[in-house]
C-alpha cells in the first residue's frame, strides 16, 4: 500500500514485483511516428537539417496538421507571422523546417517525441527476490 504504482505477484522462482511500463499513457499517434523518424535519422552529430527537412515532408505525407502538433509556445511564433503574412503562411512541417526563424521549435518538439517514444519502448524489467 506504500507503494501504490508498483504491482507485485508470486512465481515459482519468488516474489516478483514489477512497476507498469508507462506512467504517462499510450503514446499518441504523432510521437509515435516523429519518434521512430527522428531516431532512424540520427546521428552521431545530432540530426542534420537535411534529415529534419526529410522527417517534416514524411510527417506531412502522413497527413498530421502543424498547429494540431506544435506545443503552444511553438505555435505561437509562428501564428503571429502567419496572420502578418497571409500570403505566405506557414502551414506544413516542410515550410517551418526550412525557416529559421521556427526550425529550433520544430526541433524542440521532434526531441520531446524521440524521448518520449523511446521511454514508452524501454522495456519493464521486474524486480525478483528469490527466497
Known amino acids: 500500500m506504500n507503494y501504490p504504482t508498483l504491482r507485485w505477484w508470486m512465481e515459482a522462482g519468488g516474489l516478483v514485483i514489477d512497476e507498469p511500463a508507462a506512467e504517462m499513457g499510450p503514446l499518441d499517434l504523432f510521437d509515435s511516428s516523429a519518434g521512430e523518424l527522428v531516431i532512424s535519422k540520427w546521428t552521431e552529430k545530432g540530426l542534420p537539417l537535411a534529415e529534419l527537412v526529410e522527417i517534416a515532408k514524411q510527417l506531412d505525407a502522413k497527413g498530421f496538421e502543424l498547429k494540431a502538433c506544435l506545443q503552444p509556445a511553438q505555435w505561437k511564433p509562428i501564428s503571429d507571422h502567419n496572420q502578418k503574412f497571409a500570403r505566405k ?25 524521440r524521448d518520449r517514444y523511446r521511454k514508452a519502448q524501454r522495456p519493464v524489467q521486474p524486480i525478483l527476490f528469490e527466497f
Open 89 to 113: 503562411a506557414i502551414r506544413t512541417f516542410e515550410a517551418a523546417a526550412q525557416d529559421k526563424r521556427f526550425v529550433r521549435g520544430i526541433r524542440k518538439r521532434l526531441y520531446l517525441s
